[in-house]
Each structure stands twice: as C-alpha cells, then as structure tokens.
C-alpha cells in the first residue's frame, strides 16, 4: 500500500468544516481592515529565499525542500510567503500602482522539519503583507487583527508577546555586545548555539536548552540598545494595543528566525499545543523590498500557523461546528423508479438544495438508515400506491410528521424545504 508521505497529512471528510470555518474567519476580519488577497506559485527560485530570509537561518540552511528543475535551475517550494509577496510586488510595480498596498494569504508551505504535534513537512499558513507604510499603526494594526482571529476561534489560552530590535546599524553594535558577553562562555554552549555564535548570534536565545538559558540569564538585552525612531515606535505600538485593550507582554527575547526583521516584532503563543507554542508572529521588515530588487520600501507582516491554531482549538474544545445534515434524502420504495429518482434529485438540486439518494439499491429500512446517517431535514418517498396517483410522501425527520405532495410540483415543495 502506499501512504502519504512522512510529514505529510490527509485532510478527510470529517475534518473540512473546522478548516472551513477558520478560513471564513480569516476572510471576513482581512476584509473588514482592507487586505486584498494574494495567491503565488508553490515554488520559487532558490536564491529569492535565500536572499529574503538568510543564508544563516535555519528554514535556509537545513529545511528547505530545494532541487534542480529539467532547466538546470534551482528551485524551492515555498518555506514561507512574505518573499514570494516581495516578489510579487517588485515584479508587478504595485508600488506604483498605490502607495500603501495591503494583501492577505491562505497557503501551503514545506519545510523539512522533523514532524511533531501542530508540525508538518506540508503544512499550512495565514497571514498578511502590508507593503509601502512606515507607521507603526500598522505593526499595531496587524497585531490586533492576528489576535482578533485567534479570539473569534474562541481561543482563552493566548500570550501576546513584542520586542523591537531596531534598525540594523543599533542591532550590530548590539550583536558585537552579545558575542563579547558570550566570548568567555563559548565553549559551554550547545552545538547549535556555538554554529549560531559566528552566524547568527541573536538565533542563540531561541535556544531550548537549559545549560545555553543559564548563560543568557545575565546577557544585554537588545531592547535596551536600539535607537530612538524604533524605541518611539515601539512606544505607539504598546499604547495602540492598550487602547485596543489587546494584552500584551515585552519579550526582550524574542528574536524571531529570519533575518529580515527591523523593529518591531511580536508573536502570538498558546499554552495548549506543547513546545510548538507559537501560533503566529512577524514583524516589521523595511529593508526586504530593496533586498530583493526593489526600491527602498517599508513592510510589516504576520504568518499563522493552521494546524498549531486548530490544535489549539481542538485542545481548548473552542470550536462550534454546526452539524453537517443534507435537505432531503429521496427514498425509492420501487425497484424500477432509478430513473426518475435521479430526475427528481437534479430538478432540487438545481433548486439549490442539498439533496442525496441510494445508488446501491438497498432496501428501505438501509436507505432511512443512510438518511438518519447524513442528517436528513426530509425525506421524500418514492413509489407505492401514493406515486400511482401522483403522490409523493414527505417526512419531516425532526418532527416525524407526514404529507402527501404533487410529484410535479417540486419548485413548490423545494420552497417549502427551505424553510
């Protein structure tokens, strides 16, 4: 038999409508604040990547799935969405289009990560760009619309969590005070951590071991060195959220994995999906378009995780999924009215109603058995002495009430299902 492959998941029957569901709610609150959505291809070239998120990271370094096409290029499935939106923006010239442009997205990535609860190789993310705006009422803006989200899934179990880190010119001089702390405490560091120590020294407090937390007890803190335009924004950001009455906590910590963060950064956290605790974050990254070729341009943004998110609601039971039933289920008592059976069904559902039958020609106690299966509002009898004289019998499933209806007036009795 072959299987999905390892990190990869099925989405069956049963599953649909709570993905559903949070997909609605992504749509309506982006809506609401004027997100446009964007779609992208599932893959790019390489070097976009490798360029807009950092060749030190470990998304970059370990997790991409990355091979060469028949045209020799290298290409890449998509490990996240805001360098493929950068793409986008500086392919297309939407700047020049309009000044501020807002999208949103609901997509899959792949990231070759070792699979756990909430985490898969393919897996899927939310989230949104706002390109060509400096001000930190959007940072503040995409902030509250992630946590508007995760609130109306009925999620309780939610940490908002901020930092800045500055422009790159402060962040340096930090990172040259971080590695002098450290210098002395080098060799006791964990593996990762040493790697990170000469790459990406800052990836050093994403660190889930013990003995690496203990020499960071005592380290600078980068929020006490950044320069005073990221310290004034940061100031508005916590006021908005205050006044949003969005709760919230400084991380002095939270680095975030990529490198084409400035300022502000934030992430969303629950207490109900294990170590994989984060369900969104981003941040602002006003050096990014230019990376990637185009001109100078500020951006802000966010991604969601949907597996963690529906994890979490699975976790916190906060889910209310309406139960799945159908219109009406047509029952055939005689053996020889297949045809007008299937003629019936179309007639309703051209009529907009959700309507099924037996196609396998069981008997009518299996068929009333399949229709209290799918939740049936009605059935509808056909055959017997009721249909040689025009007659169908309707039941009504909640009630058990019957009566008898012209066969040719479905328009009429497709009205009266619906109410």
Sequence with gaps: MIKAITGTKDILPPEIPKWKLLESIVNNVFKNFNYKEIRTPIFEETS????????????????????????????????????????????????????????????????????????????????????????????????????????????????????????????????????????????????DSRKRFDQNILRIFDSKVESDQEILKNAPLMIDYIDEESKNDFEVVKNLLAESKVPFEIDPKLVRGLDYYTKTTFEIVSGKVGSQSALCGGGRYDLLVEQLGGAPTPGVGFAAGMERILLACENENSLNIPKEEIDLYIIKIDKDLSSK???????????????????????????????????????????????????????????????????????????????
Excluded: C, W
């Design 48 to 191: 976009l990547f490798a360029r807009g998120i950092g060749e030190e990271t470990d998304i970059v370094g370990k997790e991409m799935y990355t091979f060469l096409d028949r045209s020799q290029t290298s290409v890449t499935l998509k490990p996240e969405m805001t360098a493929s939106v950068v793409r986008a923006f500086n392919e297309h010239s939407l700047g020049k289009l309009q000044s501020l442009n807002k999208f949103f997205y609901i997509s899959p990535m792949f990231r070759q990560e070792r699979p756990q609860a909430g985490r898969q190789r393919q897996f899927h993310q939310f989230g949104s760009e706002a390109i060509g705006g400096s001000s930190p009422l959007l940072d503040a803006e995409l902030i509250i619309i992630a946590y508007n989200i995760l609130k109306l899934l009925g999620l309780k179990d939610l940490t908002v969590k901020i930092n800045s880190l500055g422009v790159p010119q402060s962040r340096e001089k930090y990172k040259n005070l971080l590695r002098e702390f450290l210098s002395g405490s080098k060799n006791y560091l964990s593996e």
């Design 341 to 419: 059976v299937f003629e019936l069904s179309l007639n309703f559902r051209n009529d907009n109603l959700v309507v099924e039958f037996d196609y396998l020609d069981r008997s009518v106690k299996a068929q009333m058995r399949e229709a209290n299966k799918l939740n049936a509002k009605f059935v509808l009898f056909l055959g017997g002495d009721e249909y040689k004289s025009g007659k169908l019998n309707l039941k009504n499933m909640s009630t058990g009430e019957q009566q008898l209806v012209d066969v040719n007036n479905y328009h009429q009795l497709s009205e009266f299902i619906k109410k």
